[in-house]
């Protein structure tokens, strides 16, 4: 496996050179943040960052994420001129060097969390998500809470000038079900995967988060089951997961190391997102440091079912808490997803030497 780590640009409050100074990480997981989602992003950005990056000693070979436009996700006529973008986007990126493109199929929001900033008893904050909360909130009142909770810093994720159209894009969505939305994703998929194959890029998707519907909107991407039925959908292992154990986590139903061997040994996973998160109740949970005896996830079979299957990917330690009075992008912190990341590697010289001997 290969550990990298995920950097906002020149926008982000931690250095490159920090990065570059925590044991083990060897490139960072980047993104355009200045192009709309569903333009082109232009050859000569992609390469300014890239060697930027690689001043400092790192790699780019990771994109999380090349968004995908909502016409695309709705399945509207206009769907075709973003596709095509979409395709000229990886050959740019395919011919910087890129190997691996996340994005994701969420209706509307990327991730949400109720809470941003939930203190715990060490003196630390986390991000928190409550969906007692989230049936008695409309979905603008949430985005400013969530807005607020930022205090200024970005959220990956969360372009604020789209939400601004929140209404007419829920209205939008009033006909589109779990089966149009899987059909739209196919359709997406089976008109880039060629592309993928033919730049040598590798598709990765990563799960819908928190894996539930909310405010009433489709996810697809939730489970062992749907996520097979995308993979078999279109064929290629260059359709793909970046599979992230934190959002698949919040659902006890999932068996984490299962799906690791499972989508593993399909060839099938090109990214990981490694963290933990305890679960407080009903759809109820709040994330912690990355150390098992801290959450309710078993890191060490997690990493040992990377390990067996031989992964080779890319993986990144993901949500932090705030900790050592650090102020940053929530969940992007520098101090906890260090900790984090050597952590990760730790299991894994571990259980490498007792599998080697
Ligand atoms: C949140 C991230 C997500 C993720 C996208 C991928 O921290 O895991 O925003 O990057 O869903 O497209």
């Known amino acids: 496996m290969k550990m990298v780590f995920r950097w906002y640009g020149e926008k982000d409050t931690i250095p490159l050179n920090f990065i570059k100074q925590i044991p083990g990480v060897v490139g960072i997981v980047g993104a355009l943040f200045d192009v709309p989602v569903g333009e082109v992003w232009p050859f000569d950005k992609i390469m300014k960052l890239k ?25 509207l006529p206009s769907r075709e001129k973003y596709i ?7 050959k740019n990126l395919s011919q910087a060097g890129v190997k691996v493109v996340t994005y994701n199929f969420m209706p509307i929001f990327d991730w949400l969390r109720t809470n941003l900033n939930k203190p715990l008893e060490d003196g630390s904050t986390t991000m928190e998500y409550d969906h007692s909360l989230i049936e008695n909130i409309n979905p603008n009142q949430l985005i400013e809470n969530v807005k607020k909770g930022t205090q200024g810093f970005i959220l990956p994720g969360w372009e604020w000038d789209r939400l601004e159209k929140l209404e007419k894009t829920f209205e939008m969505y009033k006909n589109i079900d779990e089966q149009k939305l899987f059909e739209n994703l196919v359709y997406f998929l089976e008109r880039v995967i060629p592309y993928c194959e033919k730049y040598d890029i590798k598709l990765a998707i990563h799960p819908d988060d928190p894996p539930w519907k909310i405010f009433g909107l489709p996810r697809i ?13 279109v064929d290629s ?6 599979l992230c154990m934190g959002s698949l986590g919040a659902n006890p139903n999932n068996d984490l190391p299962g799906m690791v061997r499972h989508f593993g040994e399909m060839g099938r996973i090109h990214f990981a997102h490694v963290r933990n998160l305890k679960i407080t109740g009903k759809k109820k949970f709040h994330e912690t440091a990355h150390p098992t005896f801290c959450g309710t996830h078993d890191m060490y079979e997690i990493m040992k079912a990377f390990y067996e299957i031989g992964f080779e990917g890319y993986i990144r330690p993901d949500h932090g808490r705030m900790i050592w009075n650090e102020k940053g992008t929530p969940g992007y912190g520098l101090y906890d997803r260090a900790l984090g990341a050597v952590y990760l590697q730790g299991l894994w010289e571990a259980i490498s030497k007792r599998c080697e001997n």
């Open 221 to 233: 991407i939730t489970n062992k089951e749907n996520i097979e039925k995308m993979l078999k959908a």
């Open 237 to 242: 292992k260059y359709n793909g997961l970046a």
């Open 51 to 75: 060697q930027r990056v690689e001043n400092e000693g790192l790699k780019l070979e990771v994109i999380e994420s090349v968004n995908v436009h909502e016409d695309i996700k709705l399945g």
């Open 84 to 90: 095509d973008n979409y395709i000229k986007t990886i």
